[in-house]
Nanobody, 122 residues
Framework: QVQLQESGGGLVQAGGSLRLSCAAS????????VGWYRQAPGKRRDLVAT???????NYADSVKGRFTISRDNVKNTVYLQMNSLKPEDTAVYSC????????????????WGQGTQVTVSS
């Protein structure tokens, strides 16, 4: 059973930093693209940042220059370093990944973590 587990959320003052982790566990062959999403109360879930299997990254305009996504393929973990946090960054942050279960198939399955709360106080 493949699982994604986020960690690192919490309460921080505006201007502060947090680093979120998204760790994949279970039996699988490889992880392709991974994305971080966030959803504030009463709002839709928005894409924050993505990283491909090859390490290419992409960011929402609202976080460019402040957030950095990275991955450690040995630890099967993707990170989201969040600097210069603003109150409007407050949301539940979730990771999403395309994972290939076996080396005998080219099919990737999509998984979600349960999310971690980030609260930025003004």
């Amino acid at each position: 059973q493949v699982q994604l587990q986020e960690s690192g959320g919490g309460l921080v003052q505006a201007g502060g930093s947090l680093r979120l982790s998204c760790a994949a566990s279970g039996s699988f062959a490889s992880i392709s693209a991974v994305g971080w999403y966030r959803q504030a109360p009463g709002k839709r879930r928005d894409l924050v940042a993505t990283i491909t299997g090859g390490g290419s990254t992409n960011y929402a305009d609202s976080v460019k220059g402040r957030f950095t996504i990275s991955r450690d393929n040995v630890k099967n973990t993707v990170y989201l370093q969040m600097n210069s946090l603003k109150p409007e960054d407050t949301a539940v942050y979730s990771c999403n990944a395309d994972i290939r279960i076996t080396y005998y198939s080219t099919t990737y399955y999509n998984y979600w973590g349960q999310g971690t709360q980030v609260t930025v106080s003004s």
